[in-house]
């Protein structure tokens, strides 16, 4: 990276700042897009911050781009605004970039774009490669169009990555901060049947797939970065539990879910994917935290 210039969008987000950081410590420029550079640049000082495009000249060269904008899926309740909101922020700053660099003197020589595991949508305990069966709902549909959007850049001769991320675990967001306190005070416990797959990522090996996919020539096309290791609902319930040295006698039925979250509790809490990262595996990555145990030790 010493030397390389990567323009990163979503560069504030959970996944997107410890990337920033860990970029600009192996000696890289990072350009980051965001809707308010004045308040992303305190968060990031060292990265230099555009509020959009057009701040961009074309003639800037840009060796890299990671783009892992979108609207957090888990924060509450799908309705129509909200699906739109997720769709824009991930198809639409795609195509956007696309837009931008079609008239660039020079295209970047790699692309890793966001997707989720979601991409397969809900399937039962069959371990899912890259080329694992894809089942139709709103989740595997946004996943499909933000790759399909990213997939435009080939044109260019840029090579793509597309990162089918599972639940990034690590301190200080993602989707552990959202399970800590009712664990620590005792009331947690599994999502319905507790029988459904959570492939799951430590953040640190999150942050390094992506600099591999940037560096590794031989990686192209769709990535699942996720452990090798997935468990259940059930088997991260107790995980977890033990971790912080608590019960998890308190499990949230699935009808109880769906009417608290509605479609996300369907497509993402009480459903999963039993994801295996086959093409890291394959290319020689050697993953930090292949098992959930020693992964929740190191964050919690």
């Not at 840009?62 to 699906?83: C, H, M, Q, S, T």
């Not at 797959?197 to 769709?222: K, N, R």
């Amino acid at each position: 990276m010493q030397d390389k210039t990567v323009l990163v969008t979503g560069a504030t987000g959970f996944i997107g700042s410890r990337f920033c950081r860990e970029a600009l410590s192996r000696g890289a420029r990072v350009i980051g897009l965001s809707r308010d550079a004045q308040q992303a640049q305190k968060k990031l000082p060292g990265v230099e911050f555009v509020e959009n495009l057009d701040a961009l000249s074309p003639e800037q060269p840009i060796d890299y781009i990671v783009n892992l904008a979108g609207e957090p899926l888990v924060a509450g309740r799908w309705n129509d605004r909200r699906k739109q909101a997720f769709m824009n922020s991930r198809v639409g700053t795609t195509n956007r970039l696309f837009e931008h660099f079609q008239k660039a003197s020079a295209p970047p020589s790699v692309l890793v774009s966001g997707s989720a595991v979601g991409y397969y949508g809900p399937h039962q305990d069959e371990p899912l490669g890259e080329d694992g069966a894809q089942h139709d709902c709103f989740a595997s549909r946004l996943c499909l169009e933000w790759e399909q959007s990213a997939s435009q850049f080939a044109a260019l001769g840029t090579r793509i990555c597309y990162l089918r991320t599972g639940i990034v675990l690590g301190a200080g967001g993602g989707a552990l901060s959202r399970m800590l306190l009712p664990f620590r005070m005792g009331l947690g416990g599994r999502l319905g049947s507790g029988k459904q797959w959570m492939p799951w990522i430590h953040i640190a090996d999150e942050v390094a797939i992506i600099f591999y996919c940037l560096e590794q020539s031989t990686v192209q096309g769709a990535v699942n970065a996720s452990a090798p290791n997935p468990v259940t609902n059930r088997q991260f319930t107790a995980a977890l539990g033990s971790a912080l040295h608590r019960p998890t006698i308190f499990p949230m039925p699935g009808p109880v879910a769906v009417l608290l979250f509605g479609e996300m509790a369907k497509e993402l809490l009480l459903t999963g994917q039993r994801a295996c990262p086959r093409k890291l595996l394959d290319s020689g990555y050697s993953f930090r935290f292949a098992e959930l145990d020693e992964a929740l030790k190191d964050i919690v």
